[in-house]
């Protein structure tokens, strides 16, 4: 089983910055991309970024512009920087985190994606 945290979120006055991080942890399992998503009310979830183990990073739309994706392989850690808040970036922040799992002595691996219960982000104007 593989636990996923996300921290970091809260209220903050349009145009300041919140850094988001989330945590996977367990045991005997390898980790390939993990990303955030994010959902405001009366919407669908949405891809904010992601990034592979190799760190290639993959941003949605114009968000590249102010937010940072990045991670640490060694603590299963990826963080997300957001910056130049806005209004419309308010939603609850969701980390999924994609991994490969052997499941017997073949080799034969399973992926599954795992995610967070979410960090809400508030933008007052």
């Known amino acids: 089983q593989v636990q996923v945290v996300e921290s970091g979120g809260g209220l903050v006055q349009a145009g300041g910055s919140l850094r988001l991080s989330c945590a996977a942890s367990g045991s005997g399992f390898s980790i390939n991309r993990m990303g955030w998503y994010r959902q405001g009310s009366g919407m669908q979830r949405e891809l904010v970024a992601d990034?592979?183990?190799?760190?290639?990073?993959n941003y949605a739309g114009s968000l590249k512009d102010r937010f940072t994706i990045s991670r640490d392989n060694a603590k299963n850690v990826v963080f997300l920087q957001t910056n130049s808040l806005k209004p419309e970036d308010t939603a609850v922040y969701y980390c999924?985190?994609?991994?490969?799992?052997?499941?017997?002595?073949?080799?034969?691996?399973?992926?599954?994606?795992?995610w967070g219960q979410g960090t809400q982000v508030t933008v007052s104007s």
């Open positions: 999924k985190v994609e991994v490969s799992r052997v499941v017997n002595v073949e080799g034969a691996v399973v992926h599954r994606d795992y």
């Open positions: 990034i592979t183990s190799d760190g290639i990073t």
